[in-house]
């Protein structure tokens, strides 16, 4: 590796501290520009070490005085240290004064403004910059807190806990005292104050306990609060119902605000949520934004007990709260799905997700393990290999032990770590600890690899059927790549869920060599060397293999089955999402074939009627239609190839994408018809799997018209204007609008500015504008053209993370055609907002600096102009640590 310029800290050099805080009364005089911060800590060595000075973590801060048991005391200042070399032996009480400036934290991290309130955010290191204290995750105080501030610019005061007192003071202020009964972090704090109204929900949970449940937001955004709500109520009985967990606090507050870095924060009973996670109603927000803001309500709520009653001992067990959360919210999405059918369709989703984000970080230049070595920037490791990749470890245990076996894991967990600070290795241990001797417990060492060894690992699949014996033989080998610091893997255990079908779909019974009867239609191999044979016996007919079932492992498979036994799974598989898997597949297949060669992409006319039978298909759910016929996506495809040319690519799927259309022109016009009227509104299953159904037909239809120049083009794009404009939702009218834009017709331009005067006073909507016109379809520089345009929109700011990832992540991220161009502008353009987007907010734009992972398997002439973007950024001399890190493993 290079000598980088960045400190790395490391897991190793872990050590506990010198010193714990048992308690903290905290107060607060608010004010934007000057808030005075008083700091009352009762302190105690940690006698398991040796002495040391006590060193305090504060940033930005300007301090005030510090005393010792009421008699002042001297202390240094070194960095964003605070150091007290005379600490007593015994126990003391330590008190500091400081001042922070909330108006000026741009970076949203600590103590900020936002539309005229006060909001924190202490994850992962926030709470430095509010005052000085201990701020590592295995430091538990428990906390009470008094705010003071003007009574009319802020009347609602919160913080974590139970409300104490509240009342007058002088000049028109008032304050609230809270406190906090649970030991927690400095992570977890949280304070809000300002001009803020609730929604209110008593509830009496299964134990008999009465809780009051409130959802703050700005005036006029009450009627937007009522899923969100829901959303809780039904995280809190399904926590109880699946996991015995009951909520632990009288009362549970969630708060919302326009200026946050993340989606949401799960602060001990103050949740914290940007606007865009926790708002909706039918007119402004889409189905797609009612199933996120269920699961990150679900998430941050589930958080209360993975994560806060049991937290991380260090920041490098952070998949032990993150990844072990999206697997509970994932899960409760599942559970809430109702039919078969809808858990796969969620199942899908997930893992279309884990491909489109996780697998590209694995094998790029940030791949890390899901518990990391070593982090300069612990903001860059809220990634998508602790949360995703992190949670698919979590199912794997629960595929290994069985479900009743991960719930008894999961008791011991909670009996053994409630109230402590603890490890990954802590929760493996519980898990296998409950369930002696199971194919977990018997590999624990080595199914632990999941943690310590970045990548993907590469499943190869290959069975021989020997008729006269009727046996079956499947050899399962396994690689996985070097990753960055990683050069040689070892074997990891991998849950191979898998079945087998006849050539006309029955699915035959699964009997391996040595056992005396078949063991039912589905079952579990563990592959755990690098090469293993399964004989399974009494095969009556030359197999399909359907493996990998639900996606049992977070593996890239190559299972070498050809396209016939392909379209026997699509057909037939009783797993809904490897019938899934084999749509991809047959399409996924054409489109690297027409890469590889170069040559234009021709659907073959096995593909198309497979395709058309799907979408004819009276058995098959809308919103499984709807997934099996969307083409895999580009940075999925990049995924699969060694050196990657994403106009290359982005042809190849337009081409794909023209042809469909035109091919099954009379099945999207009927599939239209029969999905565009779903009724009064509900995010349902059934009825928004109709709407993104309707939704990708109407794509469809405009685009046939527009690139086939049909004579009758002007009846869909007629269409498609008055469904736009008629629409009774916003995801039939973002569909339409959709449809308009990515088809480059005429209407598109009437069609977005109507919908910006009409939803001008919404920001969230705004954002939906922003973001639809920087991701549509690339046409000969149009959309790249329209963006640096936008740009310059009154509309659009920095300042405002959602705001920025609408349009400037939207284009870097989510648009390659548009990003990866040859005359290199979309890299001057990255290069140019990331400088400016550093020097206001940090955070945000080290994961924009993220957008350069992947530059090293670009082709020329992408590689040499991205490499000098990046360079260009490198040369900056005042980066921050955030951006720094990337960029410096960029060049690595
Ligand atoms: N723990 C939160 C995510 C989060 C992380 C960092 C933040 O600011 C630096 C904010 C939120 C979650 O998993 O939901
Ligand atoms: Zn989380």
Known sequence: MREGTVTLIRREDYLAPAFWIRSVDLSFDLDPAKTLVTSKMRIERNTAVAHGPLCLHGEELNVLRVLIDGESVSFRQDGDLLLIDKAPDADFL????????????????????????????????????????????????????????????????????????????????????????????????????????????????????????????????????????????????????????????????????????????????????NTSALLASPATATDADFSRIESIVAHEYFHNWTGNRVTCRDWFQLSLKEGLTVFRDQEFSMDMAATPSARAVCRIQDVRQLRATQFPEDSGAMAHPVRPDSYAEINNFYTATVYEKGSEVVRMYQTLVGRAGFEAGMKLYFERHDGQAVTCDDFAQAIADANPGSALATRLEAFKRWYSQAGTPRVRARGVYD??????????????????????????????????????????????????????????????????????????VAPVPSLLRGFSAPVLLDDGLSDAELLVLLQHDADAF?????????????????????????????????????????????????????????????????????????????????????????????????????????????SSGRRALANLALGMLVLDAKAQSRADAGVWLGRAYQRFKDAGNMTDRLGALAALVNGHAELAEPALAKFHAQFKGDPLVIDKWFALQARAAEQGGRVFAKVRQLLQHPDFSLKNPNRARSLIFSLCMFNPAAFHRADAAGYVFWADQLLALDAINPQVAGRLARVMDRWTTLAEPYRSAALEAIRRVATKPDLSNDVREIIERALA
């Open 94 to 273: 330590l008190e500091i004064r400081n001042t922070c400036a909330p108006e000026k934290n741009t970076a949203l991290s600590g103590l900020y403004t936002s539309g005229g309130s006060f909001f924190t955010q202490c994850e992962a290191e926030g709470f430095r910059r509010i005052t000085f204290f201990l701020d590592r995750p295995d430091v538990m105080a428990v906390y009470t807190v008094t705010l003071r501030a003007d009574k009319a610019k802020y009347p609602v005061l919160l913080s974590n806990g139970n409300l104490l007192e509240s009342g007058e003071l002088d000049n028109g202020r008032h304050f609230a005292k809270w406190h906090d009964p649970f030991p927690k972090p400095s992570y977890l704090f949280a304070l809000v104050a300002g001009d803020l109204v609730a929604r209110e929900q008593k509830v009496r949970t299964r134990a008999g306990r009465d809780h009051l449940l409130q959802v703050f937001v700005r005036r006029g955004d009450l009627e937007k609060t009522e899923h969100a709500m829901n959303s809780l109520i039904a995280s809190m009985v399904w926590d109880e119902a699946r996991f015995n967990l009951p909520l632990d606090l009288e009362r549970f507050m969630v708060v919302g605000v326009s200026d946050f870095n993340m989606g949401a924060m799960e602060n001990k009973g103050l949740n914290i949520f």
């Open 467 to 540: 008729e006269l014996a009727r046996t079956y033989t499947l050899t399962l080998a396994q690689s996985n790549p070097a990753s960055p610091g990683q050069e040689h893997k070892l074997p990891q255990v991998i849950p191979v869920a898998l079945g087998l079908l006849g050539a006309e779909g029955q699915a035959l019974p699964l009997q391996l060599q040595g056992e005396t009867e078949a063991a039912g239609l589905e079952r579990v191999l563990v592959l755990d060397q690098a090469e293993q044979r399964f004989v399974f016996i009494n095969v009556a």
């Open 578 to 686: 490897n019938r899934w898997e084999a749509s991809q597949r047959l399409a996924l297949n054409r489109i690297l074939a027409a890469v590889r060669s170069g040559q234009a992409l021709q659907l073959d006319t096995a593909y198309l009627e497979a395709m058309r039978a799907v979408l004819k298909h009276a058995g098959l759910d809308a919103a499984f239609k709807e997934l099996a016929l969307t083409l895999p996506g580009e940075a999925y495809i990049a995924e699969q190839l060694e050196v990657v040319d994403p106009q290359a690519i982005h042809a190849a799927v337009e081409a794909a994408q023209i042809q469909l259309a035109a091919a099954l022109r009379e099945d999207w016009i009927a599939t239209f018809e029969a999905n565009s009227h779903t009724g009064a509104y509900s995010p349902d299953p059934v």
